[in-house]
């Protein structure tokens, strides 16, 4: 007899979360609370949420590109 259960992968990735400001890492924070609050709850279907995390190196790419799009020069600076 089969179990009738299923199983679902959900491959997900982004920029780094520590490269991130409080409110968007409180943002993200509160988002993925309300997503495992909710296949939390009594009676859902869901029996178990398992987390794989895996890094990989970075050769600092993800750093430059970072800070290249992100840091602003204030014009009265510059020499």
Do not use: C, N, Y
Not at 9 to 37: E, Q, Y
């Amino acid at each position: 007899m089969a179990a009738q259960t299923f199983t679902a992968v959900l491959s997900v990735s982004g920029p780094g979360f520590v490269l991130l400001g409080a409110s968007d890492k409180t943002r993200r924070i509160d988002g993925w609370s309300g997503v495992l609050a909710s296949l939390a709850r009594e009676g859902t279907a869901v029996h178990r949420v398992q987390w794989i995390e895996r890094s990989l190196p970075d050769d600092g790419a993800e750093v430059r590109h970072h800070v290249t799009e992100r840091t602003v020069v204030d014009v009265e600076s510059t020499p």
